[in-house]
């Protein structure tokens, strides 16, 4: 009975302290809503990023991560993708103090009705091509999403701090463009997962977007296909195929012929530029002349230029960790 009272009281004591640690969070939380959101945002982040680094990957276990219907944009994915790109822009960024941040912030801004299309580059960062890629993105406020090969990051991370800094997103093209389909599951994993790692030790930043090598991620029903698609959802990643090739690997191929491949209103297979996803690479000459039309014509038709996961999460299917996507549907 003493006990039971003894514990009664026990527990009356912590309600009571925990209601007054909750009133004391609120008054804080008041105080914070005072501050700009991007600020509230930017803790809310931190307190994501801090997090230990993980010593290993997790071991791909598909059912315990359900793909997650993402109807339309949603609100707090947009408020953690501010706070992301305030924190790269104040990072990474090369802007003078916070009012250049919001001015850039605010450019980036996507009304998820518009247009838009995402504009990619594969096997970078390569110099000096990224750079001048990153010049043209950069004089016209346009982002892109660049799937990095892992082992050029080292020495190139000046490279990735501008994409960051811009507000571009980073995707995995694995560590050595390895054809995923000729590795082992253990080797998918190191290849994979070690980019992923890198760019997390480096910069803080997690990657969420797989872009295979020659595009190959096994034939559907394969064993290779369920493997590749496991690790993806394991990983919280999607696979990114392409809408349109540029065709800019091919040599007989100019800036001009790339110009106008990607311009045209619908592709080979009657498919309007509006959701697209356009495959081009960052380590060819052609590609920056190409960029330098490319970029402020679609601009001009009113596209918004917003990078792969901003594109399929404004979509109706949205973003889903082991999906394959070759268009924003
Ligand atoms: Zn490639």
């Known amino acids: 009975m003493v006990l039971g009272a003894g514990l009664l009281l026990a527990v009356l004591l912590l309600v009571g302290l925990g209601s007054l640690i909750v009133r004391a969070v609120k008054k804080s939380k008041q105080a914070s809503a005072l501050e700009t959101s991007a600020a509230t945002a930017v803790a809310t982040l931190s307190a994501v990023t801090d997090a230990p680094l993980p010593t290993a990957l997790p071991t791909p276990e598909p059912t315990l991560v359900p793909a997650t219907p993402a109807p339309a944009i949603q609100a707090e994915w947009?408020?953690?993708?501010?706070?992301?790109?305030?924190?790269?822009?104040?990072?990474?960024?090369?802007?003078?103090?916070?009012?250049?941040?919001?001015?850039?912030?605010?450019?980036?801004?996507?009304?998820?009705?518009?247009?838009?299309?995402?504009?990619?580059?594969?096997?970078?960062?390569?110099?000096?091509?990224?750079?001048?890629?990153?010049?043209?993105?950069?004089?016209?406020?346009?982002?892109?999403?660049?799937?990095?090969?892992?082992?050029?990051?080292?020495?190139?991370?000046?490279?990735?701090?501008?994409?960051?800094?811009?507000?571009?997103?980073i995707g995995n093209h694995t560590m050595n463009h390895e054809d995923l389909e000729k590795l082992s599951p253990e080797e998918r994993r190191a290849s994979v997962g070690?980019?992923?790692?890198?760019?997390?030790?480096?910069?803080?930043?997690?990657?969420?977007?797989?872009?295979?090598?020659?595009?190959?991620?096994?034939?559907?029903?394969?064993?290779?296909?369920?493997?590749?698609?496991?690790?993806?959802?394991?990983?919280?990643?999607?696979?990114?195929?392409?809408?349109?090739?540029?065709?800019?690997?091919?040599?007989?191929?100019?800036?001009?012929?790339?110009?106008?491949?990607?311009?045209?209103?619908?592709?080979?297979?009657?498919?309007?530029l509006n959701g697209s996803i356009l495959l081009f690479h960052d380590k060819y000459a052609k590609t920056v002349e190409a960029m330098k039309v490319i970029i402020p014509a679609l601009q001009q038709r009113g596209y918004q230029l917003v990078t792969v996961s901003e594109l399929l999460r404004c979509s109706k299917e949205g973003l889903n960790w082991g999906w394959i996507y070759s268009k924003a549907d």
Not at 118 to 124: C, S, V
Not at 226 to 249: F, G, P, Q, W
Request: proline share 4%; with cysteine.
């Open 78 to 169: 947009y408020e953690a993708r501010t706070a992301q790109l305030y924190k790269n822009l104040t990072t990474y960024g090369n802007y003078r103090d916070a009012a250049d941040v919001y001015l850039a912030l605010e450019g980036m801004q996507i009304d998820p009705k518009g247009k838009m299309l995402a504009i990619t580059f594969d096997d970078g960062p390569y110099p000096p091509i990224t750079g001048q890629i990153l010049d043209v993105l950069e004089a016209n406020h346009a982002r892109a999403t660049f799937f990095v090969k892992g082992a050029y990051i080292d020495a190139n991370q000046d490279l990735i701090r501008r994409e960051l800094g811009l507000g571009c997103e």
């Open 194 to 272: 070690g980019v992923n790692d890198k760019l997390y030790q480096l910069f803080g930043y997690r990657i969420h977007l797989l872009r295979p090598p020659y595009i190959k991620y096994g034939d559907k029903g394969t064993d290779t296909r369920n493997d590749i698609v496991a690790m993806a959802k394991a990983y919280e990643l999607a696979i990114v195929n392409h809408t349109r090739s540029s065709h800019d690997s091919h040599d007989d191929y100019t800036a001009q012929m790339m110009i106008d491949r990607t311009l045209a209103e619908k592709d080979e297979l009657g498919r309007g």
